[in-house]
T-cell receptor, first 113, second 118 residues
Framework: SQQGEEDPQALSIQEGENATMNCSYKTSINNLQWYRQNSGRGLVHLILIRSNEREKHSGRLRVTLDTSKKSSSLLITASRAADTASYFCATDLSGAGSYQLTFGKGTKLSVIP | GAVVSQHPSRVICKSGTSVKIECRSLDFQATTMFWYRQFPKQSLMLMATSNEGSKATYEQGVEKDKFLINHASLTLSTLTVTSAHPEDSSFYIC??????????????FGPGTRLTVL
C-alpha cells in the first residue's frame, strides 16, 4: 500500500500565488523527500528532510515535517508557469544503506500564467 | 548531481516479444538500483531492487520470470520484459543509489522508458 498520501490530488493556481501540498504517511521514517515530475518525464529530486528536522528551505521551496502527525508539507512560493508538474513525496522507511523509497500518489499542480 | 541514463527512451513492440531496458549510472558506481513502473496519472510503484552481483529482490505481485533484472556491473542494470502484453505498457523508471558506508545518499533517477505493447 502507498506509504505517502498527498493532498490535494490536483491544484490549480494563478502565477505568483503560493502552492501548498501535503503528504501524510503511516509508519516511522528515516527521511522524507519531495520530487517533481514533468509530464512523461523522469523525476527530479527537490528536497530531503530528515526525521529529526522540522523545516527546510531551498530557493522558493519550503518543506516542513511533523513526525508526531506523520505529515509533511511542500510550499512553493511565488509560483511560475514553469512550476506546472506533478509533485510526489517519498518516504525512506529504512535505516541507512537501503535507500528504498515509497512514493505517494502525487499532486498535480497547474500554474496558470 | 549524478546522472542516470535509460535506453531506450521509447519502445513500441508487438505482443509476445521481449524488450530490454538499460539503466546506467554515468559518473558513479551504483551498488543498488531500483526499477519502478508508473501507469498514467499514477504514482511510481517499486518493482524490484537489484544489487550488483546478486539476485534482484522483487516486490509482492511482481513476476520475476516476466521481469528479468540483471545488475552485472556497478554501472549497469537491465530490465527485460519477457513476452510483453498490452497490459505491460507503462512508463518504467530506474534509479541508482551509491553505498557510502551507512550515510544516506540520494537516489538518482533515470529519465524513464515509455513502453507500448501493441
Amino acid at each position: 500500500s502507498q506509504q505517502g498520501e498527498e493532498d490535494p490530488q490536483a491544484l490549480s493556481i494563478q502565477e505568483g500565488e503560493n502552492a501548498t501540498m501535503n503528504c501524510s504517511y503511516k509508519t516511522s521514517i528515516n527521511n522524507l523527500q519531495w520530487y517533481r515530475q514533468n509530464s512523461g518525464r523522469g523525476l527530479v529530486h527537490l528536497i530531503l528532510i530528515r526525521s529529526n528536522e522540522r523545516e527546510k528551505h531551498s530557493g522558493r521551496l519550503r518543506v516542513t515535517l511533523d513526525t508526531s502527525k506523520k505529515s509533511s508539507s511542500l510550499l512553493i512560493t511565488a509560483s511560475r508557469a514553469a512550476d506546472t508538474a506533478s509533485y510526489f513525496c517519498a518516504t525512506d522507511l529504512s535505516g541507512a544503506g537501503s535507500y528504498q523509497l515509497t512514493f505517494g500518489k502525487g499532486t498535480k499542480l497547474s500554474v496558470i500564467p | 548531481g549524478a546522472v542516470v541514463s535509460q535506453h531506450p527512451s521509447r519502445v513500441i513492440c508487438k505482443s509476445g516479444t521481449s524488450v530490454k531496458i538499460e539503466c546506467r549510472s554515468l559518473d558513479f558506481q551504483a551498488t543498488t538500483m531500483f526499477w519502478y513502473r508508473q501507469f498514467p496519472k499514477q504514482s511510481l510503484m517499486l518493482m524490484a531492487t537489484s544489487n550488483e552481483g546478486s539476485k534482484a529482490t522483487y516486490e509482492q505481485g511482481v513476476e520475476k520470470d516476466k521481469f528479468l533484472i540483471n545488475h552485472a556491473s556497478l554501472t549497469l542494470s537491465t530490465l527485460t520484459v519477457t513476452s510483453a502484453h498490452p497490459e505491460d505498457s507503462s512508463f518504467y523508471i530506474c534509479s541508482a543509489g551509491a553505498d557510502s558506508g551507512g550515510v544516506y545518499n540520494e537516489q538518482f533517477f533515470g529519465p524513464g522508458t515509455r513502453l507500448t505493447v501493441l
